[in-house]
Every structure is written in structure tokens, then in C-alpha cells.
């Protein structure tokens, strides 16, 4: 399945939750993450993220995307990567 991570946390977090989305995802732009993941690794990364944050001061949101969708991407982008997902 493909994933889009975005988040939402306190600047004491943020590195460590980057650091740990690096780990599993491909870096978009600023407090977005994106990839292709099996179950497991989906379920890895929830309980990462749980571990991590804050969830009285945090947010994190995770789209699950069946299929393969069509991205598109407009104006100057942090991290250029094509066709990630």
C-alpha cells in the first residue's frame, strides 16, 4: 500500500520524528513523508510515530492509498523527487 505521512509536533519532536520517517519513507517537503509500504511496515511505523509524540500536543496523519495515484506537483519543491509514489 502507499502511505503520505504528515505531522504536526512540537519543534522538541520534530527531528526525531523526521530521523524516524527518513528511516521508512521518502522525504517530500517540509512535515511530509511519503512511500510504498507492506502491513507490517505500515503497523512499524504507527507504533514508531505512537513512541515518539505527544498525542495530547501532536498531530500526525496518515493517508492509505490503494492502488498507485497520480501525483502531480506544482511550484518549487524541498525535496525533487519524481514519480515517488
Given at each position: 500500500?502507499?502511505i503520505i505521512v504528515v505531522y504536526d509536533?512540537?519543534?522538541?519532536?520534530?527531528?526525531?520524528?523526521?530521523?524516524?520517517?527518513?528511516?521508512?519513507?521518502?522525504?517530500?517537503?517540509?512535515?511530509?513523508?511519503?512511500?510504498?509500504?507492506?502491513?507490517?511496515?505500515?503497523?512499524?511505523?504507527?507504533?514508531?510515530?505512537?513512541?515518539?509524540?505527544?498525542?495530547?500536543?501532536?498531530?500526525?496523519?496518515?493517508?492509505?492509498?490503494?492502488?498507485?495515484p497520480k501525483r502531480e506537483s506544482l511550484?518549487?519543491?524541498?525535496?525533487p523527487v519524481e514519480d515517488i509514489i
Open positions: 500500500m502507499c509536533v512540537n519543534v522538541s519532536r520534530v527531528n526525531k520524528v523526521k530521523k524516524f520517517l527518513r528511516q521508512h519513507l521518502i522525504w517530500v517537503q517540509n512535515s511530509v513523508f511519503e512511500g510504498e509500504v507492506t502491513l507490517a511496515e505500515y503497523e512499524r511505523i504507527k507504533k514508531g510515530i505512537k513512541e515518539l509524540i505527544d498525542e495530547n500536543e501532536d498531530s500526525v496523519i496518515i493517508y492509505e492509498l490503494r492502488g498507485k511550484g518549487n519543491r524541498e525535496n
